[in-house]
């Protein structure tokens, strides 16, 4: 188990930060910044990585790192949609 988390972490951390990256490259005025956008990207990535394997124990490393993208861009959705910008003052 230890050895499967090893593997699979890093996949998770890089699609989190790769998701959280392009969400703020293609659309800079919606969120709070780069950093919190990071760290909402890794929260959704590690939540939906973990759902996965729990669910399907057995999956690779390129299903981790799609479901960790599909995780953060969630999150990032998500945190766009339901919470007000402050730089935008809306």
Known sequence: ????????G???????LLAAWVAEAVSRAGGYGY?????VG????VV???LVWILFSHV???????????GAT???AAQ??????VRLGT
């Open 1 to 8: 188990m230890t050895e499967h988390i090893a593997h699979m």
């Open 48 to 50: 939906a990585g973990t």
């Open 74 to 76: 969630l999150a990032i």
């Open 35 to 39: 950093m919190l956008d990071m760290a």
């Open 10 to 16: 890093p996949m998770l951390i890089l699609a989190g």
């Open 60 to 70: 690779g490393m390129p299903w981790m790192f799609v479901s960790g993208c599909v």
């Open 80 to 85: 766009r949609g339901l919470w007000r910008s």
């Open 42 to 45: 890794l929260v959704g990535s």
